[in-house]
């Protein structure tokens, strides 16, 4: 045996595994030590909360919202009964109408995220309460985000 064919078995034999493994996936570490691959999965960085003002509509809802329980409070019932039900149509159409036209308001998480490969991304999130920072998330995709245990 020559010394060509003494080196080239070695260098054939690193060939063949480099193109028989596929290519290394993102790899991250738990608190606890565990690595993970995931190439969907981040390092949650940070979460911030994201608070939307409702309309400002409640009193414009309240007026017309009485007005139509009165009108269709009217339609039920006759004398005294009519009465009645034409105030009680205008009361809760009052309340019906204030809260539709304050309401529109909401709560929502937006959590920025360090890549298995190295990038940055923000996921928003309408709840974040299993989620703290440095957990590892994998993130779908549909945007959800859900906590690797």
Do not use: W
Not at 51 to 65: E, M, N, S
Not at 130 to 149: L, P, W
């Amino acid at each position: 045996m020559n010394i060509k064919t003494i080196l080239a078995i070695p260098v054939a034999a690193l060939l063949a595994s480099a193109v028989a493994m596929p290519a290394a996936a993102a790899t991250l570490t738990r608190p606890d030590g565990i690595y993970v691959r995931c190439d969907q999965c981040g390092v949650v960085q940070s979460i911030e909360t994201n608070i939307t003002q409702g309309r400002d509509h409640g009193t414009a809802g309240a007026v017309i919202g009485a007005i139509a329980g009165g009108v269709l409070g009217n339609q039920v019932g006759r004398g005294n009964g009519r009465k009645v039900a034409t105030v009680a149509g205008a009361v809760g159409g009052g309340f019906a109408g204030n809260a539709i036209g304050k309401g529109g308001g909401g709560e929502s998480y937006t959590l920025r995220l360090k890549m298995g490969t190295g990038g940055y991304t923000n996921v928003t999130v309408a709840d974040a309460s299993s989620i703290r920072q440095g957990d590892i998330v994998v993130v779908d995709e549909k945007g959800n985000v859900q906590r690797v245990q």
